[in-house]
């Protein structure tokens, strides 16, 4: 974990204070070591005690005082320590109450921290933590011939992000798309085109036009049964490579593609690698080979499934139904061995994928767990405990409809059009006469949308209300960018040089040492933010 210099000088400092004061109980615990008295510090909740604080509370019963006593007598033997090591001499600890607060030499740290800043530019928050290992992260995975909903952006945004942010930690990242191209609807896809499509189905908004074939499909098939039929006939055409049918999904899988990169060209959104569930049909029939001879795969009634230990509470894993057709389950049991084989090795491999599939990734994590244990593999060659599900709550849209629905499925397309329309009125009252209004509307109602993904938890749901997404004030994307803006306003009227010799002694009033303290924290922050999975 990437550490902040600061805190592991006065936590240093205070272990040792401790040993000093306390040498009996102190070499007997390991709750006043410099590690745990590290992991205690917080943040004060009033700015002005210190940068950082150590609740003594905690130390009362072990150490039989009063926590003011403790705190009085430790201040003094940590003050006394801080002075004896290198860098710690900028540092103080008072005595609060209850509390060891740390104080630094408000220049130091400015001076510190903008010297790093500017020599250091984009690299500065840059970790070595993630050197030499391999972190695989996917996310997005929209499915094939059906527009891109708003179900998708929070896994496209996070994933994204998380990203970025394992890449600034040093890992190798590798953003993977797994997108839905294949399965029983591809033969309904291939039967309602056949029927009812042409050349022109294909042009325009081709996404949408088959969508509305396969709208059409159901429709009809409500009343003409058979074209049930001739779509379970379609997919093994599919199946068995016939090419009219093959040339048909490729063609589908083509238009998807173009629409799916305009889509994250606009959300700034890029990936390493990208393979869909037909990549695993040749792969799925040897995991499931493994499994028999690991003595795992079991016949129920007719199926082939894996059961999982009753104290899970999980249902058996099912890998082929009695008519001998896979599952999503058996894909993604083959695409795991598949990221194993070609990233051997790595570190990570995060789904990011919305909280109702936890179950599922329990239960594919769980086999190959199984499955490793059962063929002895040592631990340098297993998988297993190197995999999570990087969950994630709804957007919901606060009671409130959209504008635009096409069937059951908000589109993003939809919610990025409303943003960009709203943010443009209210451009128009205040800059009519701006000269890029449309291009500046539609970046600014982009960031809103992506900023109110990431600021808030990714297990929480999104509750998208509209007036606050776009607010100019308060903590949302268009004020964000605004004040960027304004920023680059002043450096540009400044119009000097600010990488040279900067007087940071002047840094020292209490809003500024606020945003120069935030600053610092940025490496540890971003650490930690890789630590939880959290944007």
Same mark, same amino acid.
């Given at each position: 974990m990437e550490k902040d210099k600061y805190k592991s000088l006065f936590a240093q400092a205070t272990a040792q204070a401790f040993r000093k004061i306390y040498p009996d109980v102190a070499g007997e615990t390991d709750e006043l070591t410099e590690v745990a008295v590290y992991e205690a510090l917080a943040k004060p909740k009033d700015a002005s005690m210190g940068r950082f604080a150590l609740p003594v509370f905690r130390y009362a019963g072990l150490l039989k005082d009063k926590p003011p006593a403790i705190a009085a007598v430790i201040a003094v033997e940590t003050n006394r320590q801080l002075s004896s090591l290198e860098g710690g001499s900028l540092m103080t600890c008072v005595a609060t109450g209850g509390f060891l607060n740390a104080q630094i030499d408000p220049a130091s740290l400015a001076g510190e921290t903008v010297r790093e800043v500017l020599s250091k530019g984009n690299r500065f928050g840059d970790s070595p933590v993630g050197h030499g290992k391999t972190c695989l992260v996917e996310y997005s995975s929209p499915n094939i011939a059906k527009p891109f909903g708003v179900g998708h952006l929070r896994s496209t945004v996070i994933g994204n992000s998380l990203r970025l942010i394992f890449r600034k930690l040093g890992y190798s990242v590798v953003g993977i798309n797994y997108p839905g191209d294949w399965g029983t609807q591809f033969g309904k896809m291939i039967?309602?085109?056949?029927?009812?499509?042409?050349?022109?189905?294909?042009?325009?908004?081709?996404?949408?036009?088959?969508?509305?074939?396969?709208?059409?499909?159901?429709?009809?098939?409500e009343a003409d049964t058979s074209l049930e039929d001739?779509?379970?006939?379609? !997919?093994?055409?599919?199946?068995?490579?016939?090419?009219?049918?093959?040339?048909?999904?490729?063609?589908?899988?083509?238009?998807?593609?173009?629409? !799916?990169?305009?889509?994250?060209d606009l959300l700034g959104v890029e990936f390493d690698w990208v393979y869909g569930e037909a990549d695993l049909n040749d792969r799925m029939e040897p995991v499931i080979e493994r499994l028999s001879k690991a003595g795992l795969a079991e016949e129920s009634q007719g199926a082939l499934v894996v059961h999982l230990p009753e104290e899970t509470n999980l249902p058996p894993l099912l890998l082929r139904k009695s008519d001998g057709a896979t599952l999503y389950a058996t894909r993604d049991l083959a695409g795991l061995v598949y990221r194993w084989e070609k990233y051997h090795g790595f570190d990570q491999s995060l789904y990011v994928v919305n909280s109702a599939q936890a179950d599922h !990734?329990?239960?594919?994590?769980?086999?190959?767990?199984?499955?490793e244990k059962a063929e002895k593999r040592p631990g340098s060659d297993r998988m297993s405990g190197r995999t999570r599900h990087v969950e994630f709550g709804w957007v919901r849209f606060g009671g409130k409809t959209m504008s635009t629905r096409r069937g059951n499925t908000v589109l993003l397309e939809d919610v990025i059009g409303q943003a960009r329309d709203?943010?443009?009125?209210?451009?128009?009252?205040?800059?009519?006469?701006?000269?890029?209004?449309d291009e500046t509307a539609l970046h600014v109602g982009v960031g809103a949308v992506l900023f109110s993904q990431l600021s808030v938890r990714r297990q929480k749901d999104?509750? !998208?209300?509209?007036?606050?997404?776009?607010?100019?004030?308060?903590?949302?994307?268009p004020y964000l960018q605004y004040t960027h803006a304004r920023l680059c306003a002043l450096m540009r009227r400044f119009g000097k040089d600010i990488t040279g010799e900067v007087d940071c002694s002047v840094l020292v009033g209490a809003e500024e040492q606020r945003v120069i303290e935030l600053i610092a924290d940025f490496p540890v922050v971003l650490a930690s933010a890789g630590e939880q999975y959290e944007p």
């Amino acid at each position: 974990m990437e550490k902040d210099k600061y805190k592991s000088l006065f936590a240093q400092a205070t272990a040792q204070a401790f040993r000093k004061i306390y040498p009996d109980v102190a070499g007997e615990t390991d709750e006043l070591t410099e590690v745990a008295v590290y992991e205690a510090l917080a943040k004060p909740k009033d700015a002005s005690m210190g940068r950082f604080a150590l609740p003594v509370f905690r130390y009362a019963g072990l150490l039989k005082d009063k926590p003011p006593a403790i705190a009085a007598v430790i201040a003094v033997e940590t003050n006394r320590q801080l002075s004896s090591l290198e860098g710690g001499s900028l540092m103080t600890c008072v005595a609060t109450g209850g509390f060891l607060n740390a104080q630094i030499d408000p220049a130091s740290l400015a001076g510190e921290t903008v010297r790093e800043v500017l020599s250091k530019g984009n690299r500065f928050g840059d970790s070595p933590v993630g050197h030499g290992k391999t972190c695989l992260v996917e996310y997005s995975s929209p499915n094939i011939a059906k527009p891109f909903g708003v179900g998708h952006l929070r896994s496209t945004v996070i994933g994204n992000s998380l990203r970025l942010i394992f890449r600034k930690l040093g890992y190798s990242v590798v953003g993977i798309n797994y997108p839905g191209d294949w399965g029983t609807q591809f033969g309904k896809m291939i039967v309602a085109f056949r029927k009812w499509g042409s050349d022109d189905t294909l042009k325009g908004n081709a996404v949408k036009n088959l969508v509305d074939l396969y709208v059409r499909f159901h429709s009809e098939a409500e009343a003409d049964t058979s074209l049930e039929d001739e779509a379970r006939d379609a !997919f093994k055409q599919l199946e068995t490579g016939d090419p009219d049918a093959v040339k048909l999904w490729e063609t589908f899988k083509k238009v998807s593609y173009e629409e !799916f990169e305009r889509v994250y060209d606009l959300l700034g959104v890029e990936f390493d690698w990208v393979y869909g569930e037909a990549d695993l049909n040749d792969r799925m029939e040897p995991v499931i080979e493994r499994l028999s001879k690991a003595g795992l795969a079991e016949e129920s009634q007719g199926a082939l499934v894996v059961h999982l230990p009753e104290e899970t509470n999980l249902p058996p894993l099912l890998l082929r139904k009695s008519d001998g057709a896979t599952l999503y389950a058996t894909r993604d049991l083959a695409g795991l061995v598949y990221r194993w084989e070609k990233y051997h090795g790595f570190d990570q491999s995060l789904y990011v994928v919305n909280s109702a599939q936890a179950d599922h !990734f329990r239960q594919c994590f769980m086999v190959i767990d199984m499955l490793e244990k059962a063929e002895k593999r040592p631990g340098s060659d297993r998988m297993s405990g190197r995999t999570r599900h990087v969950e994630f709550g709804w957007v919901r849209f606060g009671g409130k409809t959209m504008s635009t629905r096409r069937g059951n499925t908000v589109l993003l397309e939809d919610v990025i059009g409303q943003a960009r329309d709203l943010v443009k009125e209210k451009i128009k009252e205040k800059n009519p006469a701006l000269p890029t209004i449309d291009e500046t509307a539609l970046h600014v109602g982009v960031g809103a949308v992506l900023f109110s993904q990431l600021s808030v938890r990714r297990q929480k749901d999104v509750d !998208f209300q509209w007036e606050e997404v776009l607010s100019f004030e308060g903590e949302t994307g268009p004020y964000l960018q605004y004040t960027h803006a304004r920023l680059c306003a002043l450096m540009r009227r400044f119009g000097k040089d600010i990488t040279g010799e900067v007087d940071c002694s002047v840094l020292v009033g209490a809003e500024e040492q606020r945003v120069i303290e935030l600053i610092a924290d940025f490496p540890v922050v971003l650490a930690s933010a890789g630590e939880q999975y959290e944007p």
